[in-house]
């Protein structure tokens, strides 16, 4: 075999060999990430519907915004956990102003989290 064909193609697997896999989502830090049920960008925020046992508030989230080559990523996590003991299990709507979080209602935003189907 050629040589330069040989430092040819071991340089091209080489290339491929780099590539990082895919991560799963359910890996970090996407397993922090509380699942949204709805989520809807306003001219006053973002509105994000999670579940609530009754005592869910925003004082309960945090969020971590990313900019990359003009991308913006927004991620939320729950800091506390809801802790009310309620017959039925259900949802809140949480908003968070564009001035809030830091971002330009013009440009668009990249969510997180994962999405999930309410069970009840």
Known sequence: MDRRLFLTAAVALAGC???PAPRPVSSPPYAELEPVYGATAGRGGLTLRVASNGCTSRPDFTFYVEKQRGAVQIAFARR???ACKS???GTTELTFTW???GLDPR???FLLNPLAA???
């Open 17 to 19: 060999a780099t590539l």
């Open 80 to 82: 506390r956990i809801d």
């Open 87 to 89: 017959a039925a299990p």
């Open 99 to 101: 001035a809030e979080l």
């Open 107 to 109: 440009n668009p935003v």
């Open 118 to 120: 309410p069970v009840s």
